[in-house]
């Protein structure tokens, strides 16, 4: 919600004078659309995050083709070495991306997207759903943890003092991820072009005022979701998403990621105050017929890399208004089963792509493939995820104190910012 | 910066099974855009301004004035039927508390002859794999909407109510996805007929060995390519985390392990000759031999076949599997926050019982537990939130509307992020306020566009017809003269009551404040009713 600026529950409006008095609430509008682009200090870019939900197999994505084990484990499903058509398109020597993620290169080689990888969330757990929770808590101790809501909830209460807009995060879908748990300010939005106020435009101000007074009393999140709604319908319905035209020739697929990452890119651009947006993609919990070249996962892949590369080049002259980051639960185990797919495992790749990030490199203490390396048979996590995104919001969020954000955790530096 | 575009699929195990190739993926949006588009965009910039109110201190959260206690069977109304409807209650009124449970508790007593003959066009529910593939391989969208649009009809339309609210939560604790593999509505038919329907209200232990060995289960959760030589857990995981003993349920990775060798086997009939193609079979040559050890249990390798239903025995007479069950149905009936006491309660008639599932709905049911299920949230009670599809349903339910086409109805659902079966991950839709509270603008935009359709539609609600001369009659409406008190009577006879006085007080504000007040005007009143925030509890 927006926090009540005098904190007066017993306003002086009657219920008779909200109805009748659109005229005056007009007059009185603390948030007219768009006016917060100015305000939005040129060093807070949007924080844009992907979640890849299902757990990404990071072993396909980047593949570590410098690591002979890897062949050993997965004889039919590794993606090859560079050289062949289907071989891996190299990054480093080492690692390299899976020909369908190709569409990575672009930002990679421009020094705009960094990879961490063997990287992830430290628990145990190889439940999909206690994963998303203590990673977007931001507690691998839970349910035994000190917190009780999304890790972006406490970077929008740490930056408080710079909200510039009743919405200050967009959750793109039909629901908001952990990671926004418990945020106010914050909307889940599933096609931004379509956040308008129905019915007739002369009982509008009507119906939304008593909407207004009677969700008003309700507690969180509905009540003061409401009100935000109607706060933030002038904010989205100001821009023409329809009509947008995406720079430097980026062509988005035609996916429904395709859409919520175009949509964004023209959120960042009419520059709004929103400080967040999420989107998922669901359909990454390939146990079986993996598909790394033409099947499953390339599919998936083709799409996100796609839509990535197409954001990055549509946003070229607003490299420092955005970070992205896009992880996934825990990664898939080595070993591949007999379906031709792989089951839950533990560490992964991650990205982080925008200005101001030290791109066009693989950050990974390696822990290797050999039996003696895995853990309980999955990759080794050498890079807690909570030190790439401490460094994100250090560096580029301005947050100052990361203790806020991931309580109890020793911030060891990663050189992603 | 051109890449060349993926070839499609590349022929996989699952393909080299389709003689006539895989399906394509049957897409709501071109369906509607084939019928003339989804309704265009509403008021575009409204009111920029009313934003204000955030400001104004009114949202300052705090207890709604309200009444905390309503008639228990007005609540159990509210709770086991897919939404408060006045004739539907009158009659329970009738028959009185017990006796209109018990015979909910019943479905196959009650006479649901026209919903049957409503249904009797959607030929495709009651064909088996192999016909569906044969008919319809080209083009799958007809099964795929009728799958959907039954559910959505039934919901509204059956006089089961009960059954129907009870299926709609087992296809959840069951989480299938309609989409899995583009093949996944080949099983759906036989899974809801043969597995699902059957046990909805009647022995869970039978319930989970009947999905266990469901064709749709095994296919979308892999178990049918789980062989000896090829392990493959995800079935077995979820079987622990989300059918049975719960995450915390204390089960260890090794008996993930161990659980998916004993379903080893269980695969599709792949024989396309035969008229049970793709319905569940054990392949004994494809089982794991040897004794397995799950949850402290020996289960013996022989017979190979049986190890699955070893399995069922075991987690289904589990403590954990009877305490996880217990809290998720009283969340579902009554309150996101049982008590803990009823939930040992119900747990413990769950062991007695062998599961059950009327002796559980009974005690749950309970006259007095109706205290636990206030739509305002007495006293320490979490109200429940309608969930999308709930809400959708409630309206069409109290205008009486007669839904002759559910593509509409189902494409505000798209809106609303709550189509049936289309939750990807095996944990089925949430069912919680923090998931479903934040999206309210969509609601809005449904009982709007139903209930206004003029502004979107330029003419009535496509294959949705209200019952105008009901709704009159219920609300006591012959004209503008019938204006004081309409609010109230709107909340009593068609909310059920579930408006707080503040919002009764408002509607009706705004009722007067109307310069003229017609059948419109009648409309966008009920419009904004069921927008306000008591309509999204109950």
Redesign the interface.
Known sequence: ??T????????G?S??A???G?AT??A??????RTAAAARGPGRPVLVQVFL??AMDGLTTVVPHGDGDLYAWRPTLAVQPPGPPQGARDLDGFFGLAP?A??LL?PYAAGHLAIVHACGSTDPT?????AFVRMEFGDPLL?LGTVDNGWITRTLQATQAQATS?LRAIGA????PHSL?GATS???V??F?????????Q?????????????????????????????????L??IDFAGHAPAN?AQYPASVLGRRLRDTAALIKAGTGVEVVTVDV??W?L???L?P????M??LL?DLS?AL?AFY?DLLAHLDDYVLVCLSEFGRRVEE?????T??GHGNAMFVLGGGIHGGQVLAQWPGLSAADLD?GDLAITTDYRDVLGEVLRERLGVTDLTAIFPQHVFVPVGVA | MPHPTLPSRTPSRLEALLPRGRPPRPDLRRRLDALGGPPPAPVRRPLALLGRLAGTGLGAPAAPARAPHRDPLLTLVHRITQGFERTEYERARALGYDAYLEEQLAPESIDDSAMDARLAGYTTLALSPKQLYEAYFADPGEPYFQFKGAALLRAVHSRRQLQERMVEFWWDHFCIDHNKGDIEFLFMADHDRLKVRPHALGSFPELLSAVAHSNAMLFYLDNWLNVAGGIQENYSRELLELHSLGVHGGYSEVDVKEVAKCFTGWTLNQDFASPNWFRQRFEASAHVAGDKLVLGQVIPALPPRDNAQAVIDIVAAHPSTAAFLARKLIRWLLTPTPPQALVDQVASTYLATNGDVKALLRVILARENMRWASPLGAPRVAPRLRRPFHFVVSLLRTLGADVADPIYPLFYLYTLGHVPFDHVQPDGYPDTTAAWGSALLPRWRFASDLLAPAAVFGEPFPGVHVAHDAVRDKLGFAGPADRPGLAGRMNEHLFGSTLAELEVGVLQDYIDAQPTFGGVQLYESIALGASLPGFQWY
């Open positions: 919600m927006s009540p600026s005098n904190g007066a529950s017993g306003s409006l219920r008779r909200l109805l009748g659109s609430l007009a009185t509008s603390l948030w007219p659309a939900r299902g369908a190709a569409p672009t190889r439940s999909h759903f206690d349910p009743p879908g039909d629901i908001l748990a914050t909307l889940p599933p096609d072009a379509s956040f308008l106020f129905p019915g007739k435009p009982t509008a101000p009507q119906r939304a005022a008593a909407i207004a007074a009677t969700y008003a009393p309700r507690p969180a999140p509905v009540g003061p979701a409401a009100l935000d709604t109607l706060s933030s319908i002038g904010i319905a100001g020739g669901d359909g919990d146990h079986a017929e598909g070249i033409t099947g499953n390339a599919l083709d796609r590369e080049l089963n007999a379906s031709a797919g089951d839950h309980n």
